[in-house]
């Protein structure tokens, strides 16, 4: 399974963007996929995932009701919406996938990661 992002750019602030993480492989309904965050000279930061087999999505607190996590109808591409985008949430944002059974895809931890895309909200 390889995973490729897209989506990223720059924007204003209040701006929004979709990310979308190509699957080459593979059902992504079987996995939790996971959207995280990475500024220089931070660690990575967990943004939300996705457990569809299991029905449930979780957020950081810094983006809930902002973002939304989604895959398409063939569950090959994932997706996260940004909404009101702040320059608190620039940084580089990579996809992710980990084993899908868990009740809370936050209990997964991924194994599969994608390349990134730069997100840049500045006005």
């Known amino acids: 399974l390889q995973l490729v992002e897209s989506g990223g750019g720059q924007v204003q602030p209040g701006g929004s963007l979709r990310l979308s993480c190509a699957a080459s492989?593979?059902?992504?309904?079987?996995?939790?996929v996971h959207w995280f965050r990475q500024v220089p000279g931070k660690e990575r930061e967990w943004v939300a995932c996705?457990?569809?087999?299991?029905?449930?999505?979780n957020y950081v607190g810094s983006v809930k009701g902002r973002f939304t996590i989604s895959l398409d109808d063939t569950k090959t591409t994932a997706y996260l919406q940004m909404n009101d985008l702040r320059t608190e949430d620039t940084g580089v944002y990579y996809c992710?996938?980990?084993?899908?059974?868990?009740?809370?895809?936050?209990?997964?931890?991924?194994?599969?990661w994608g390349q990134g895309t730069q997100v840049t909200v500045t006005g």
């Open positions: 996705i457990g569809e087999s299991t029905n449930n999505r």
């Open positions: 992710a996938t980990g084993a899908g059974d868990y009740s809370s895809c936050a209990n997964s931890s991924p194994s599969t």
């Open positions: 492989e593979d059902d992504l309904f079987y996995y939790s």
